[in-house]
């Protein structure tokens, strides 16, 4: 058997719309090509199995027919002899198809662990040249350490209070209606998050969505998505939000089985990856969707669902773990490369290509891609949520617990 350079991965287009997207994961990137060729290549080998099966079986029934044969004076052996030759044809054609199929799989196999092997040394690479990030995150967590001795990072369980709001809202079952909802949580105040209940023919749908990081006090205030909230999400899995949440998606009506999907923007995107991975929701509820913009999610590893990551070229935010997020089947990531629109120096904050509005466009040039990761990840989404449609607002406000011992400064908000 030769192997020849034959198979190659089937090229897409980095994206489509103003300014490009870059697309890794999902169905139509190469490691997942590449994983369905090994699939592939174990299918035709069990079928050839069965192929040898059969052919053995003509082997036996040719001589059993031979054997047969000799009973028989020569002249009525016309049809019988005909028979043996068409089994013998038979065989011919099989064992052909057999040395085929082994000789297609061996090639897909042999390409395949080239790839893994090029790979390999690719990840040997990429883990000498984050050698020194690892001692950065070391520190980092020295100095969380220290911190928390006084109480200025460590996270605290959260009260959870109804917020009068509208009772309805319309949902747009895209990628940009999805973030704009992020965008009418900013009037409700500090703290706040929503869950949205969507009534559709096959059972409710709840969507929650939560903020980005609000206030700017390096102290812990009593809202969990001040600064210090970064902590509980990167070292603590979001352990309080994440009950918060799981109480609030019960409050609003949601049954054991119900249909879930996270949205977060920045800090709140983290929240939502650790969140779909948290055991009382993961038993609780069925995780359809991971939806986050501008959030560092690389080290989170993936849940049940599907994700679909915003990030964009020029924002620092989304890199500060240092890793790339997962190239998975049910793991989309979308670097948008369009220059982000200059703000108003007082307006800055974490830069403009940070900005929500930034990651507003963002999403709509992914809805509007035809990219195969993104048809199918936001088909997830359409046929879940479906178009515009009417939702049950159920807003709720969380609140870190003061401790005895520490006073909590004022919130002041942010401009991320």
């Known amino acids: 058997m030769t192997a020849t350079p034959d198979l190659t991965p089937i090229p897409f287009p980095p994206g489509h719309g103003p300014g490009g997207i870059a697309v890794r994961g999902g169905v139509g990137s190469i490691r997942f090509q590449w994983s369905e060729l090994g699939h592939g290549a174990d299918l035709l080998g069990a079928l050839a199995d069965e192929l040898r099966e059969i052919l053995h079986q003509c082997g036996e029934l040719q001589w059993r027919l031979q054997m047969l044969l000799k009973s028989f004076e020569a002249a009525a052996d016309g049809a019988g002899h005909a028979a043996v030759d068409a089994l013998d044809g038979a065989r011919s054609a099989l064992s052909r198809c057999d040395a085929e199929l082994r000789d297609s799989a061996h090639r897909i196999d042999y390409c395949r662990l080239a790839y893994e092997a090029a790979e390999a040394m690719a990840q040997v690479a990429a883990a000498a040249a984050h050698a020194g990030a690892g001692l950065i995150e070391h520190d980092l967590r020295?100095?969380?350490?220290?911190?928390?001795?006084?109480?200025?990072?460590?996270?605290?369980?959260?009260?959870?209070?109804?917020?009068?709001?509208?009772?309805?809202?319309?949902?747009?079952?895209?990628?940009?209606?999805?973030?704009?909802?992020?965008?009418?949580?900013?009037?409700?105040?500090?703290?706040?998050?929503?869950?949205?209940?969507?009534?559709?023919?096959?059972?409710?749908?709840?969507?929650?969505?939560?903020?980005?990081?609000?206030?700017?006090?390096?102290?812990?205030?009593?809202?969990?998505?001040?600064?210090?909230?970064?902590?509980?999400?990167?070292?603590?899995?979001?352990?309080?939000?994440?009950?918060?949440?799981?109480?609030?998606?019960?409050?609003?009506?949601?049954?054991?089985?119900?249909?879930?999907?996270?949205?977060?923007?920045?800090?709140?995107?983290?929240?939502?990856?650790?969140?779909?991975?948290?055991?009382?929701?993961?038993?609780?509820?069925?995780?359809?969707?991971?939806?986050?913009?501008?959030?560092?999610?690389?080290?989170?590893?993936?849940?049940?669902?599907?994700?679909?990551?915003?990030?964009?070229?020029?924002?620092?935010?989304?890199?500060?773990?240092?890793?790339?997020?997962?190239?998975?089947?049910?793991?989309?990531?979308?670097?948008?490369?369009?220059?982000?629109?200059?703000?108003?120096?007082?307006?800055?904050?974490?830069?403009?290509?940070?900005?929500?509005?930034?990651?507003?466009?963002?999403?709509?040039?992914?809805?509007?891609?035809?990219?195969p990761s993104l048809v199918a990840t936001l088909g997830v989404l359409g046929s879940t949520v479906g178009g515009r449609a009417s939702a049950q607002r159920h807003v709720f406000r969380v609140r870190r617990v003061p401790r005895r011992d520490q006073t909590a400064p004022p919130d002041q908000r942010v401009q991320e």
Do not use: C
């Open 142 to 371: 020295r100095l969380i350490g220290t911190a928390n001795a006084g109480h200025f990072a460590e996270p605290v369980p959260l009260s959870l209070d109804r917020v009068p709001a509208g009772t309805t809202a319309t949902v747009d079952g895209t990628a940009a209606g999805m973030l704009q909802r992020i965008g009418s949580l900013d009037a409700e105040g500090p703290g706040v998050f929503e869950v949205l209940k969507v009534q559709r023919p096959d059972g409710p749908v709840f969507v929650v969505v939560l903020p980005g990081t609000q206030g700017t006090t390096a102290a812990a205030t009593d809202n969990p998505f001040d600064p210090t909230g970064i902590v509980e999400a990167v070292h603590y899995d979001s352990t309080f939000v994440a009950d918060a949440v799981h109480r609030a998606l019960a409050e609003s009506g949601a049954s054991h089985g119900d249909r879930v999907m996270m949205v977060g923007y920045s800090q709140g995107g983290m929240h939502a990856a650790n969140i779909a991975r948290h055991p009382q929701v993961a038993e609780d509820y069925s995780m359809e969707l991971v939806l986050t913009a501008g959030s560092p999610t690389g080290r989170e590893a993936s849940g049940d669902g599907t994700y679909l990551h915003l990030e964009h070229a020029d924002d620092w935010v989304h890199q500060v773990d240092g890793t790339a997020n997962p190239d998975e089947r049910n793991r989309v990531t979308v670097t948008l490369a369009e220059p982000a629109d200059e703000v108003p120096a007082s307006e800055k904050g974490l830069g403009p290509a940070h900005k929500l509005s930034t990651y507003l466009a963002g999403a709509e040039t992914a809805d509007a891609s035809v990219h």
